[in-house]
C-alpha cells in the first residue's frame, strides 16, 4: 500500500502537463494546449490495483487542474503555473484509504515544443509535446530517462468521456524500453486540451491500471 500511495504523488504532477498553450507558435498545433488564466479542467480518477498475494485495490477519486498565473522564469520568459489537486480513494474489503496530493508546475512554449519545469529557476524540463505534432513523430521526453520515448500515436482518435465526445484528438504515448508492460497515454482535443489520460503499469508481481476522464472544463 506504500508503494501505491508513492505512486499517486508522482501521477499528481502528470495530470498538469496537458494543461496549457498560448496563443503565438505555429498554427493548428497550439490550439491543443488552450490557456489562459483561469481555465479549468476537472477529472474522474478510476482504476485498480492487483498485487500477487494481496487483495485487489479499487480506485476512484477526482482531480482538478487550474492555470493560476502567468509568471516569469528567472532567465526571462514566459511560464504559465498550474496547480493540480487530486483525491484519490484506495479501496480494498478491509479499508479505504483517502490521499490527497497536490503540485504546482510550470509551462512554457519554446515555439517548436512545450516544455514543463518544476519551478521558476530549474533550467531542467520536460518536453511535453512537439510542435507541429505530428503522426508517427517520438522524442524523449526526459533526458534522465533516456530509456522512455514518447511518440504520436494518433491524430484522429474518437474519445468519448463524461464532458463529452471529441474527435480528431492526438494521442502521446509513453513507452519505456525496459518496462515492456508500462505505457502512459494523453489524448488531447484541440480547443479543450487533455481530455483522457491512462496509466498503466506491471510487473511480475503488481499490475496499476489508472484513467482520468475530463468532467467539465472552463476554457476562457
Known amino acids: 500500500m506504500r508503494k501505491l500511495i508513492a505512486m499517486f504523488t508522482v501521477i499528481s504532477l502528470l495530470i498538469v502537463f496537458g494543461c496549457g498553450s498560448d496563443s503565438t507558435g505555429p498554427s493548428g498545433n497550439t490550439d491543443y494546449l488552450p490557456m489562459a488564466v483561469g481555465n479549468q479542467w476537472n477529472y474522474s480518477v478510476s ?13 476512484s477519486g477526482s482531480s482538478i487542474s487550474k492555470v493560476l498565473e502567468v509568471t516569469t522564469h528567472q532567465q526571462g520568459f514566459q511560464l504559465y503555473a498550474i496547480h493540480d489537486s487530486t483525491t484519490t480513494i484506495m479501496t480494498t474489503p478491509d479499508t479505504t484509504i483517502t490521499c490527497i496530493t497536490t503540485a504546482m508546475t510550470y509551462a512554457h512554449n519554446a515555439d517548436t515544443e512545450w516544455r514543463i519545469y518544476d519551478d521558476t529557476t530549474s533550467t531542467d524540463y520536460e518536453i511535453l509535446m512537439k510542435l507541429p505534432v505530428t503522426l508517427g513523430d517520438g522524442w524523449i521526453p526526459d533526458a ?36 515492456p508492460d508500462f505505457y502512459f497515454d494523453l489524448l488531447f482535443s484541440r480547443g479543450t486540451g487533455v481530455v483522457r489520460f491512462l496509466i498503466n503499469e506491471s510487473d ?17
Open 204 to 220: 511480475s508481481t503488481e499490475t496499476v491500471y489508472m484513467a482520468y476522464a475530463l468532467t467539465s472544463s472552463i476554457i476562457n
Open 144 to 179: 534522465d530517462e533516456p530509456t522512455v520515448m514518447r511518440t504520436v500515436l494518433s491524430v484522429s482518435e474518437t474519445v468519448t468521456v463524461p464532458a463529452g465526445t471529441y474527435t480528431d484528438c492526438a494521442n502521446l504515448r509513453d513507452s519505456d524500453s525496459q518496462e
Open 47 to 59: 482504476g485498480y490495483s492487483i498485487e500477487a498475494g494481496a487483495d485487489t485495490i479499487i480506485i
